[in-house]
């Protein structure tokens, strides 16, 4: 997630008529990001929903297959040191700065390599927006399910359509995505963050509560851990609307850097898409409009909100995507890059260990993908749109 986060920013030519001490030597806004703010971006895009499938994953491969597996954990920590010490190629003080993934891998790369990054990284985040809906939907539809039993002191099965819950998030995130960039939506990271917190401290009492997730429920163990249960409710229910909450930002953190790609580049092209009006909000500051930011960033939403309830069993289908964006975004590029900067000669003892990571890690997400692609299949067969169910 490091890597993705590391595109959000974008770069801006200072004219002749903006504050000049607001930027940089390079003509963009100066960095104002600390070691906090980025950990609660973190925070809010991984720890929590990564923790709540956690224990489908280690049922997937069993106790020794799934904690083998953990240890990429420790890789991807490592390859991201790599590409952290990218931010400048060349000399680590003096050397151009890279404002985004797609930057680094260019500057310190070159050729087609930044055009191939930014096509899986870009896919990656938009499908992870689409598995966010999905996800959202899901924690409504499990709150208004254990009310309904709870309700008819469990005299009856209730059923719930997701379709209305996905369109409730759909319409929260039209008035999120609105917020200009990352600098803007710091309360809200902050706010998701705590959220994160909070249900996966539930989540795991409960799992302890019936032994600690896979070993709670087995091989049966479902893809939200918040799922499996409905007692005690009021817990259950508080649990899922901390998730709620933690995925609505968690969707601008996974979309913002795509909305300021296709924004930074749009505005290059034609500069009147960049043209804002200043729009007196009662009883709240300013706020400036940009037309197009309104029109495309709402197309995004809606367009993402449809997918979700078209293929509702799109996180398997985020499952592929992950699988195919793994390799590339958190192993080859930043350990080619590191070999780059390095100057690490080819043959080297570095370098065949370097490579021979690269390597294990690829023969990885090609297995990864191919139980990806056999669960979108086993989907298929059951598949009828617009029918997200629980």
């Known amino acids: 997630m490091i890597d993705e986060i590391s595109s ?41 929903s990564g923790t709540l499938s956690l224990a489908w994953s280690i049922a997937q491969l069993g106790w020794s297959g799934g904690l083998v597996v953990m240890i990429f954990g420790f890789l991807t920590l490592y390859t991201s040191h790599f590409l952290a010490n990218c931010y400048r190629a060349g000399d680590p003080i003096t050397g151009k700065r890279s404002y985004t993934y797609m930057e680094a891998v260019d500057n310190i790369l070159g050729g087609k390599n930044s055009i191939f990054c930014g096509i899986i990284q870009y896919a990656n985040l938009y499908g992870t927006s689409i598995g966010y809906t999905i996800a959202a939907a899901i924690s409504m539809m499990t709150i208004t399910k254990t009310n309904c039993i709870h309700s008819s002191r469990e005299n009856k099965t209730c059923h719930v359509s997701g379709n209305r819950y996905i369109i ?152 592929v995507i992950g699988a195919l964006g793994f390799w590339p975004l958190s192993v080859y590029f930043p350990v080619e890059m590191h070999i780059k900067q390095k100057k690490i000669p080819k043959w080297s003892g570095s370098w065949i260990l370097l490579q021979s990571l690269s390597m294990f890690c690829l023969m990885v997400t090609l297995a990864a993908l191919v139980g990806s692609i056999v669960g979108v299949l086993l989907d298929l067969k059951t598949y009828k749109p617009f029918s997200a169910n629980l």
């Open 8 to 48: 959000a920013a974008t770069t801006t030519t200072v004219s002749h008529h903006q504050d000049v001490s607001l930027y940089d030597e390079e003509g963009s806004p100066k960095r104002t990001g600390t070691m906090w703010m980025t950990s609660s971006y973190i925070i809010t895009a991984v720890i929590g």
């Open 168 to 319: 409730w998030f759909g319409a929260i995130q039209l008035v999120f995505s609105q917020i200009p960039n990352f600098h803007k939506m710091r309360w809200l990271s902050i706010l998701a963050s705590v959220m994160s917190f909070t249900y996966s401290l539930i989540g795991l009492a409960l799992g302890i509560a019936q032994v600690s997730g896979y070993g709670a429920f087995g091989n049966s163990a479902p893809g939200n851990l918040l799922t499996a249960f409905d007692k005690p409710f009021w817990l259950v229910d508080i649990a899922n609307l901390t998730l709620l909450i933690q995925l609505a930002g968690a969707y601008q953190v996974y979309s913002q850097p795509l909305f300021a790609f296709i924004e930074e580049r749009a505005t290059k092209k034609w500069e009147i898409l960049g043209k804002e009006h200043k729009v007196q909000i009662p009883f709240l500051s300013s706020y400036n409009l940009n037309i197009f930011r309104l029109v495309w960033r709402s197309l995004y939403v809606v367009v993402s909100t449809v997918i979700a309830m078209l293929i509702p069993f799109f996180n398997d289908i985020l499952g």
